[in-house]
């Protein structure tokens, strides 16, 4: 078994347009106009079998008028077969008081003279949403599920790869509360077909 580890340092300082919450018999509430971000990041990445290969990421970030957010993703990459791999990863995140997030995924994969590929997957998302007070006025997501699926083609060259997704995506919100009314339209359920592409280059 193979072990690397690596850890990462998390920093950022942003100056942003001030937004403002409307509470019954309050006054207005001004946000802050300057955010500083600092976390840390550990990555473990383990080589178990030559068909298996686990990593693990571990995050926790702070940053102004919030509290600190805690999250894990871990993936697997299982060669089932000569030219057959699955990749499985869970993820959770959790940032107090409230917010809860899980995602899931599944990507089989089939290769060509490792050049050609061919995949199925469906991915998985889930969080409760970040209203603290429902009769303030805020632009705040309500709880979230989407689901999507579908499946890739990828050419993967010496110095450039070609990739191109494509399959249907549905996002579900739970019905947004009194504060959130104004924002209904940000929120409503959905149901796309995605089309993505991508390439990359080496130099």
Not at 39 to 64: C, D, K, Y
Not at 96 to 116: F, G, I
Request: aromatic share 14%; charged share 20%.
């Amino acid at each position: 078994m193979t072990a690397f580890l690596q850890m990462e340092g998390i920093y950022g300082y942003d100056i942003v347009s001030t937004g403002y919450e409307i509470a019954p018999f309050e006054p207005l509430r001004r946000g802050a106009a300057n955010l500083t971000t600092s976390g840390l990041r550990v990555t473990l990445e383990n080589v178990l079998s030559r068909r298996i290969r686990v990593l693990n990421e571990f995050q926790a970030v702070g940053t102004t008028d919030r509290q600190w957010r805690f999250g894990y993703q871990g993936s697997m990459n299982w060669a089932v077969a000569e030219h057959w791999v699955i990749r499985n990863v869970l993820g959770a995140t959790r940032e107090a008081p409230k917010l809860n997030a899980a995602l899931a995924s599944v990507t089989v994969e089939r290769d060509w003279m490792e050049r050609w590929y061919c995949s199925l997957f469906v991915r998985y998302y889930h969080d409760t949403g970040q209203i603290d007070n429902p009769l303030i006025i805020s632009a705040a997501t309500p709880r979230l599920d989407s689901f999507q699926g579908g499946m890739g083609f990828r050419r993967q060259g010496e110095r450039s790869a070609f990739q191109l997704l494509l399959g249907p995506y549905f996002s579900r919100y739970a019905p947004v509360t009194r504060g959130s009314e104004p924002f209904a339209g940000l929120y409503r359920n959905r149901d796309w077909f995605t089309l993505q592409s991508r390439f990359a280059y080496h130099f």
